[in-house]
């Protein structure tokens, strides 16, 4: 079998959630984090976005209504990235989070992007990140990116607003 190699502009288009409760998946996802609720199927469903795209994350309570959440050391989703356009921004739901004493979990910096770390209500793992410039992304000596986890300073992130 030739090796096949996936168009470079493809992109991943949405992420759908299980969830046990919609509405405080709501109140999470576009109450907190300011999606837009483009759609809903009753309380079963809702599909939101940034920006008005039909949507970037589905949430249903198809097969999980009122459900546990996964334990931990299951397999399953690590966690949903969502792209930040600027430091600026970030900063900004980092003050949200802050002044709704919503807990994170983890920041990091990675050198190619900087990365603020919580869980959703139902335990599902939630990246919320800015990426630099691809021109400052760190690099070894072969041109191959360096990719590393250290501590990302809160105090200074903050200081974008």
Do not use: C
Request: glycine share 8%; aromatic share 10%.
């Amino acid at each position: 079998m030739t090796a096949y190699k996936i168009p470079p502009n493809t992109k991943i288009g949405h992420v759908h959630l299980k969830v046990a409760d919609l509405q405080r998946s709501l109140d999470f996802y576009n109450g907190l984090l300011g999606f837009e609720i483009m759609a809903t199927y009753g309380d079963q469903a809702a599909f939101i976005s940034a920006g008005g795209y039909h949507h970037h994350i589905g949430l249903n309570t198809w097969q999980s209504k009122n459900g546990p959440q996964p334990p931990k050391n299951a397999t399953g989703l690590f966690h949903t990235a969502i792209l930040y356009p600027t430091r600026k921004d970030l900063a900004l739901i980092l003050k949200r989070l802050s002044d709704s004493n919503y807990p994170l979990t983890g920041a990091a910096d990675h050198g190619v992007s900087e990365a603020l770390y919580l869980d959703d209500p139902d335990g599902n793992g939630v990246e919320l990140y800015w990426d630099r410039p691809e021109n400052q992304w760190p690099k070894h000596e072969d041109g191959s990116l360096n990719m590393y986890t250290r501590p990302l300073s809160l105090q200074a992130l903050l200081s974008e607003i």
